[in-house]
């Protein structure tokens, strides 16, 4: 067993956060065979006695998938009524591939000021809990129909760490189209070299060359260390690995593939 497979073991709270890349295809429509295989892996975890939450991106490509017709419009109206027929789309795909396995589905839609209010932060909570609990998998987003600049969270990535963090996790595990970190961008440097390990994040943000995003993403690599900054700091271990790999959950745990672990202090 790997060194993040023993993590994953030991690991009984995991938010695993799903990167519009690892859902896509080359061409930005939703990869149904991706997510199918996302979501047995998931329910493999549980049947282990794993709790999972999960927190996804994708709604504005499951939006462009049902009406192709807006995917050229840059208004912000026609982009956040994508998103709010995108979201329906992708509830509905969560929705009949977890009912596979019995398991019911339940939809969080959340912004920064949600985050920040002391009421509204504790009824996230217990919500979460309380689906969790009652074995029903949160499948977590930012509200991209209603958001405006003062409330958008502005990625996935910290929303990930925001809910790690509030529901207390053990682990969460970022699922991008990178294999991890790298000390330079791997898609201009044939030499680049993954970073397995992050003990000290702020030796690594200095080493390391954090420029580029991926085609379909909002992040990129800076928002997925500042991911790791905010949760490690209450001892929440973070993964970061390439869910457009099948099977990437089973292999980062058998170690036949790699990933970048950064340790919760």
Not at 17 to 31: P, R
Not at 45 to 66: F, H, N, R, Y
Request: net charge negative; proline share 2%; charged share 25%.
């Amino acid at each position: 067993m790997s060194i993040v497979g023993d993590i994953i073991q030991k690991s009984r709270k995991i938010v695993v956060k799903i990167g519009s890349q690892t859902l896509s295809d080359e061409h930005g429509a939703v990869n149904h065979e991706a997510l199918h295989n996302i979501v047995e892996q998931l329910h493999a975890l549980m049947e282990k006695g794993k709790q999972i939450i999960i927190v996804s991106s994708g709604a504005g490509i499951c939006g462009v998938g049902a009406i192709n017709k807006w995917h050229r419009k840059e208004d912000m109206n026609y982009k956040q009524a994508l998103c709010a027929i995108g979201q329906v789309e992708l509830m509905m795909a969560y929705k009949e591939l977890f009912w596979e396995y019995g398991i019911h589905v339940g939809q969080m839609l959340l912004t920064r000021d949600d985050f920040g209010d002391p009421t509204r932060n504790l009824h996230i909570r217990n919500t979460l809990f309380t689906l969790v609990d009652e074995g029903v998998v949160p499948i977590i987003n930012e509200n991209d129909s209603v958001s405006v600049e003062e409330i958008k969270i502005g990625d996935n990535d910290t929303l990930s760490a925001l809910a790690a963090n509030l529901w207390g996790a053990d682990l969460l595990i970022i699922l991008s189209d990178i294999d991890g970190v790298y000390n330079k961008n791997p898609k201009d440097n044939s030499d680049a070299k993954l970073i397995e390990e992050v003990h000290d994040i702020e030796s690594l943000k200095k080493e390391i060359d954090s420029a580029g995003k991926s085609n379909f993403g909002t992040g990129g690599v800076v928002t997925k260390i500042t991911a790791a900054e905010m949760v490690t700091k209450y001892g929440i271990h973070l993964v970061l690995a390439n869910g457009t790999k099948p099977d990437i959950l089973r292999k980062i745990a058998e170690g036949t593939e790699k990933a970048t672990i950064f340790y919760g202090k």
